[in-house]
Nanobody, 126 residues
Framework: QVQLVESGGGLVPAGGSLRLSCVAS????????VAWFRQTPGKEREFVAA?????????VYADSVKGRFTISRDNAKNTVYLQMNTLKPEDTAAYYC??????????????????WGQGTQVTVSS
């Protein structure tokens, strides 16, 4: 069993930056693909970014955040980060960390992920 806890959300003006953290407990992140999703009320959960746990550390991003967001990991701290720069009001959402064991396939599909955090709210003011 893996427990995920997100932190780092908050209120930031447009153009600002935030760094979200996702810490795993219960067992290590080793071998898991980890992703960030976001959700606003009344909408489906949206893929943001994912990172593999192989030596290559492959990453993939949603087009809407490419060039502004960076996903990374710290194996020693069992933590995955999402650095968010040049934030826009449309980035406002609850952000969720998720993990899956089934490798670097279907990484943008929320239903593939079996472990989820409780979410952290990001609000970008215009």
């Amino acid at each position: 069993q893996v427990q995920l806890v997100e932190s780092g959300g908050g209120l930031v003006p447009a153009g600002g930056s935030l760094r979200l953290s996702c810490v795993a407990s219960g067992r290590t992140f080793s071998g898991y693909t980890v992703a960030w999703f976001r959700q606003t009320p009344g909408k489906e959960r949206e893929f943001v970014a994912a990172i593999s746990w192989g030596s290559s550390g492959s990453t993939v991003y949603a087009d809407s955040v490419k060039g502004r967001f960076t996903i990374s990991r710290d194996n020693a701290k069992n933590t995955v980060y999402l650095q968010m720069n040049t934030l826009k009001p449309e980035d406002t959402a609850a952000y969720y960390c998720a993990a899956k064991w089934t490798g670097w396939v279907e990484v943008k599909r929320a239903s593939e992920y079996i472990y989820w955090g409780q979410g952290t709210q990001v609000t970008v003011s215009s």
